[in-house]
């Protein structure tokens, strides 16, 4: 069983930056693809990047296009740790962030959240104007 608990959401103004941690807890931290996803009212939950295992901090990673180059995901394996650094934020980047972890295939960063096994809580992020 794994634990995830998410954090570091808040208020921003466009432009600004946040970063959320998602520490977990239960099997070996190093053996699980961590993902971020967001949601915002009345939709899907959307897919916003994720890290595999290894060594490297933030070299294992996928992101969606709508993040790519302004978010950054990281993972601190001492701290059992990941980190999703959010760089020039935008009012559509507004929603509940959700960490989600599972298993590492070997093969491929899963994007649906289906694939995932265990969840976060959730932390909103608000973006203003």
């Known amino acids: 069983q794994v634990q995830l608990v998410d954090s570091g959401g808040g208020l921003v103004q466009a432009g600004g930056s946040l970063r959320l941690s998602c520490a977990a807890s239960?099997?070996?931290?190093?053996?699980?693809?961590i993902g971020w996803f967001r949601q915002v009212p009345r939709m899907d939950r959307e897919f916003v990047g994720a890290?595999?295992?290894?060594?490297?901090?933030?070299?294992?990673?996928g992101y969606a296009d709508s993040v790519k180059g302004r978010f950054t995901i990281s993972r601190d394996n001492a701290k059992n740790t990941v980190y999703l650094q959010m760089n020039s934020l935008k009012l559509e980047d507004m929603a509940v962030y959700y960490c989600?972890?599972?298993?590492?295939?070997?093969?491929?960063?899963?994007?649906?959240?289906?694939?995932?096994?265990?969840w976060g809580q959730g932390t909103q992020v608000t973006v203003s104007s």
């Open positions: 239960g099997l070996t931290f190093n053996t699980l693809v």
């Open positions: 989600a972890a599972t298993p590492w295939s070997g093969s491929y960063l899963p994007q649906f959240e289906m694939a995932y096994d265990y």
């Open positions: 890290l595999r295992p290894g060594d490297s901090r933030t070299y294992y990673a």
